[in-house]
């Protein structure tokens, strides 16, 4: 394509919310045959609400939230946020938190009036040698078959219960995915959640490739050994923790409504936030440079 065209069609995607950063991204946007899809923010609006609170016996549902809810307080994670504003939404008081500890794709861990507290994974937990009650654990494999996320709370070295968190599918992202493999493109999603609950997700948006239980630093590594396969690979996300694969997919797309690092680390940004902005993209490019794929 001659640069004119090149020039026409990055500006019919900026009036259709594509920005796209050079006039070479049109022809990687042709060529790719895979996208791989974060899951909370991308498919999903990651606008996450606390739904249920699940107790141990001998733990009372008020100190669970306020606990947990003051130790999400310092996380800026979505989960932990929707823990936190639950919590506070049932005038649950919040105190402070001392040694607040991120621990990446885990969870979190403080003190909390006293208490060494921990919220986060049920395998976080686990590399403490803490269990959930047999009760417990099976709601918690309920939340997640039904594509909720549950996180485990435990302090002083004993499980205090669950916490379960509920995000809705985008309801755009199905449309998208149907019209992506309309395309011969093969979704794939990836996250940082349970398998059960990103299994969950993926069926009810049309995926039948998932990556779960990935750890951020680890979403990269999953990037390249697609392309190692030989695969041309879009990176869809919103998030921090996707920056790296973003960087290192043949096209990176972050949500316009994702975070600064996303947007920085991508080729194009898809300004109205939702996946038919990835479909967009791809017709654009195949347009534009006059070829059928
Ligand atoms: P995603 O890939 O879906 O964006 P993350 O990698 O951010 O997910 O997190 C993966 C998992 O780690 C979460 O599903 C949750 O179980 C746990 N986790 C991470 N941060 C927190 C937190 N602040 N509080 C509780 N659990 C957390
Ligand atoms: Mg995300």
Known sequence: ??????????????????????????????????????????????????????????????????????????????????????????????????????????????????????????????????????????????????????????????????LVVADAVKPTSREAITALKALGLTPILLTGDNTAVARRIAAEVGIETVIAEVLPADKVAEVIRLQESGRVVAMVGDGVNDAPALAQADLGLAMGTGTDVAIEASDITLVRGDLRGVVDAIRLSRTTLGTIK
């Open 1 to 162: 394509a001659t640069p004119t065209a090149l020039l026409v069609g990055t500006g019919r995607g900026a009036q259709m919310g594509i920005l796209i950063k050079g006039p070479e991204i049109l022809e990687s946007t042709r060529r790719v045959d895979t996208v791989v899809l974060d899951k909370t923010g991308t498919v999903t609006t990651g606008k996450m609400t606390l739904a249920q609170a699940i107790t141990e016996p001998g733990t009372e549902r008020g100190e669970l939230l306020r606990l947990a809810g003051a130790l999400e307080d310092a996380s800026e994670h979505p989960i932990a946020q929707a823990i936190a504003a639950g919590a506070t939404a049932e005038n649950i008081e919040l105190p402070a938190v001392e040694g607040f500890t991120n621990i990446e794709g885990k969870g979190v861990q403080g003190v909390v009036d006293g208490h060494a507290v921990l919220v986060g994974r049920e395998s976080l937990l686990a590399e403490w040698s803490i269990t959930l009650s047999a009760r417990v654990s099976a709601a918690k494999v309920e939340a997640e078959e039904a594509g909720k996320t549950v996180v485990a709370v435990a302090w002083d070295g004993e499980a205090r219960g669950i």
